[in-house]
Antibody, heavy 118, light 107 residues
Framework: EVQLVESGGGLIQPGGSLRLSCVASGFTVTSNYMSWVRQAPGKGLEWVSGINTGGTTYHAESLKGRFTVSRDNSKNTLFLQMNSLRAEDTAVYYC????????????WGQGTLVTVSS | DIQMTQSPSSVPASVGDRVTITCRASQSISSWLAWYQQKPGKAPNLLIYAASSLHSGVPSRFSGSGSGTDFSLTISSLQPEDFATYYCQQTHSFPYSFGQGTKLEIK
């Protein structure tokens, strides 16, 4: 069974850094494109970052330079390093597998909440 | 970057109604379009991929159509469990983008 479990969220002060993890089971993260998607409280979905099977990474233009996606093949884990955090980064962060047809996201984690506040 | 625009933002409906939600891309995305359903406090679930293909396990009352820039999601006969928020997403090119969502509300 395919499963994604995120962790690493919490309360962080503005300007701080946080690293989110997403442990995959039932498949290997290197065999699929993977993405991070976030959702601010009461708002819609926003694609954040992605990594393809070859390791090339992609980021939302507005987040470039602050957020970095990576993976650890030995741990079958996806990461999102978030730096210089701002109040507007407060959101639930989901990892998702691009395993459906036409690059659709067929599996999602339960999400981890990041709150940026002093 | 490709912008996705959904309409309406909310739609009041009743059980048994036929409902259609539309999604427009700012440039052609061929059929690289997916639809998701999200319920409060839960992760989104894939409904439709490649604009019109039904994801495994999704009821046949859901259907998708369109190509290029104009797409739609139709629920043929609303069931109580269908009241949720629906999002379209383009996967034509990075950065991927979502529509702003359409909330299906009980009339």
């Amino acid at each position: 069974e395919v499963q994604l479990v995120e962790s690493g969220g919490g309360l962080i002060q503005p300007g701080g850094s946080l690293r989110l993890s997403c442990v995959a089971s039932g498949f290997t993260v290197t065999s699929n494109y993977m993405s991070w998607v976030r959702q601010a409280p009461g708002k819609g979905l926003e694609w954040v970052s992605g990594i393809n099977t070859g390791g090339t990474t992609y980021h939302a233009e507005s987040l470039k330079g602050r957020f970095t996606v990576s993976r650890d093949n030995s741990k079958n884990t996806l990461f999102l390093q978030m730096n210089s955090l701002r109040a507007e980064d407060t959101a639930v962060y989901y990892c998702a597998r691009e395993g459906g047809g036409a690059s659709s996201f067929d599996s999602w984690g339960q999400g981890t909440l990041v709150t940026v506040s002093s | 970057d490709i912008q996705m625009t959904q309409s309406p933002s909310s739609v009041p409906a009743s059980v048994g109604d036929r409902v259609t939600i539309t999604c427009r891309a700012s440039q052609s995305i061929s059929s690289w379009l997916a639809w998701y359903q999200q319920k409060p406090g839960k992760a989104p679930n894939l409904l439709i991929y490649a604009a019109s293909s039904l994801h495994s396990g999704v009821p046949s009352r859901f259907s998708g159509s369109g190509s290029g820039t104009d797409f739609s999601l139709t629920i043929s006969s609303l069931q109580p469990e269908d009241f949720a928020t629906y999002y379209c997403q383009q996967t034509h090119s990075f950065p991927y983008s979502f529509g702003q969502g359409t909330k299906l509300e009980i009339k």
